[in-house]
């Protein structure tokens, strides 16, 4: 069965440093992982997906990174800004429609 | 704009009362699943739908029914909600099973009393 794991639970910064989230996963048989953010009693918004092809994906402020052999992968969020803050859930995809989640990071960046 | 809907977003109700969660999508997306998320749990798949009449259980299915008559519509029925089936519902959609982004619904708190 596969297990995601993400580190740091919480994340506490100042405005303007830049984030690093964690994610790994145990079993590298998989299709995608893909970066979500949620807001306070809110939905999932995708942020990243990465194939399982790829070794990165960036978008503007954000660049995700995949190590499908040693089963990681890092979410970075540069020059981080107080809108950043939410929590931030990593998925992969394995099987047929299987998609797995981690328990999410924590982010709460101090203005 | 494409999109996941969900009826209702918030419901309290009591033990033993049976009660149906809509969710509907506007992208003509085959795929189509259930999570619920619970604190220091995550999210977990409850049942998953590759396509018209065609149904899977996920990883915590018990106390849960699905359908899917309509390609865009994918009902949960709780039949007869426990204290335990108190938690965060969230419907999600994707084209392709393998390599799609999923989308996901606003989701849906409910409370069992």
């Known amino acids: 069965k596969q297990e995601v794991t993400q580190i740091p639970a919480a994340l506490s910064v100042p405005e303007g440093e830049n984030l690093v989230l964690n994610c790994s996963f145990t079993?590298?048989?998989?299709?995608?992982l893909q970066w979500f953010r949620q807001d306070p009693g809110k939905g999932l918004t995708s942020l990243l997906l990465i194939q399982s092809s790829q070794r990165e994906q960036t978008s503007g402020r954000l660049n995700a990174s995949l190590d499908k052999s040693s089963g990681r992968s890092t979410l970075y969020i540069a020059a981080s800004q107080p809108g950043d803050s939410a929590t931030y859930l990593c998925a992969v995809k394995t099987g047929d429609y299987k998609l797995s989640f981690g328990a999410g990071t924590t982010v709460t960046v101090r203005a | 704009e494409a999109q996941v809907t969900q009826n209702p977003r918030y419901l309290i109700t009591v033990t033993g009362k049976k009660l149906t969660v809509t969710c509907s999508q506007n992208?003509?997306?085959?795929?189509m699943s259930w999570y619920r998320q619970d604190p220091g749990l995550g999210l977990r798949q409850i049942y998953y739908s590759m396509n018209v009449e065609v149904t899977d259980k996920g990883d915590v299915p018990e106390g849960y029914k699905v359908s899917r008559k309509e390609k865009r519509n994918f009902p949960l029925i709780l039949e007869s909600p426990s204290p335990n089936q108190t938690s965060l519902y969230f419907c999600?959609?994707?084209?392709?099973?393998?390599?799609?982004?999923?989308?996901f619904g606003p989701g849906t708190r409910l409370t069992v009393l």
């Open positions: 079993d590298s048989a998989i299709y995608n």
């Open positions: 992208m003509n997306h085959e795929y």
């Open positions: 999600a959609s994707c084209q392709d099973r393998t390599t799609d982004t999923q989308y």
